[in-house]
T-cell receptor, first 115, second 116 residues
Framework: GAVVSQHPSWVICKSGTSVKIECRSL??????MFWYRQFPKQSLMLMAT?????????EQGVEKDKFLINHASLTLSTLTVTSAHPEDSSFYIC???????????FGPGTRLTVT | KQEVTQIPAALSVPEGENLVLNCSFT??????LQWFRQDPGKGLTSLLL?????REQTSGRLNASLDKSSGRSTLYIAASQPGDSATYLC???????????????FGQGTILTVHP
């Protein structure tokens, strides 16, 4: 089956610094990638959708200058949290979809803690 | 705007019981509905996907039903085991204004604990 990986699995950073999370599709070409955020005991909230080679489309209320998304290749998307603050601490999950199909495959998630 | 609600929020049962998790959605114009499992601190594992034209899907001890007109789905787990303990998420894929293949909207999940 299709596999999506994320790196790192967890990261701790200091307030004011930036942190980058990578999402890779290992055995298929991901024409579309999605980034979700999940607070404890809450659902997944879609942050943005990106198509390879295009700018990401952000959901309402998500600051695009704070959460920078780059989908430079068919196997890699990155999410950079800029000037992180403690309220950005969360579980970030990426998802990827191949060309011509609707099914999404989910990564294992990245736990971000901002101190 | 699609909204997905799952009931109950948490469920604790003894091993061996059959159980039902419920999911409801507000907009019946969906492409499909999917049930996922999430273990603590982990990503999502897809369990079952029901197309909008289908009524149910089965995989092993799991059976998911879909009543699109009433906006409801149930996940039935037979003969529950401690290894079934996890959070179960329901997600519907619905039209999202210009995006191809729609958009997934998740419920808040049901935390299931199966004790020996």
């Amino acid at each position: 089956g299709a596999v999506v990986s994320q790196h790192p699995s967890w990261v701790i950073c200091k307030s004011g610094t930036s942190v980058k999370i990578e999402c890779r599709s290992l055995d298929f070409q991901a024409t579309t990638m999605f980034w979700y955020r999940q607070f404890p005991k809450q659902s997944l909230m879609l942050m943005a959708t990106s198509n390879e080679g295009s700018k990401a489309t952000y959901e309402q209320g998500v600051e695009k200058d704070k959460f920078l998304i780059n989908h430079a290749s068919l196997t890699l998307s990155t999410l950079t949290v800029t000037s992180a603050h403690p309220e950005d601490s969360s579980f970030y999950i990426c998802s990827a979809r191949g060309r011509g199909v609707y099914e999404q495959y989910f990564g294992p998630g990245t736990r971000l803690t901002v101190t | 705007k699609q909204e997905v609600t799952q009931i109950p929020a948490a469920l604790s049962v003894p091993e061996g019981e059959n159980l039902v998790l419920n999911c409801s959605f507000t907009d019946s114009a969906i492409y499909n509905l999917q049930w996922f499992r999430q273990d603590p601190g982990k990503g999502l594992t897809s369990l079952l996907l029901i197309q909008s034209s289908q009524r149910e899907q089965t995989s092993g001890r799991l059976n998911a039903s879909l009543d699109k007109s009433s906006g409801r789905s149930t996940l039935y787990i037979a003969a529950s085991q401690p290894g079934d303990s996890a959070t179960y998420l329901c997600a519907v894929r619905s039209y999202a204004g210009g995006t191809s293949y729609g958009k997934l909207t998740f419920g808040q999940g049901t935390i299931l604990t199966v004790h020996p």
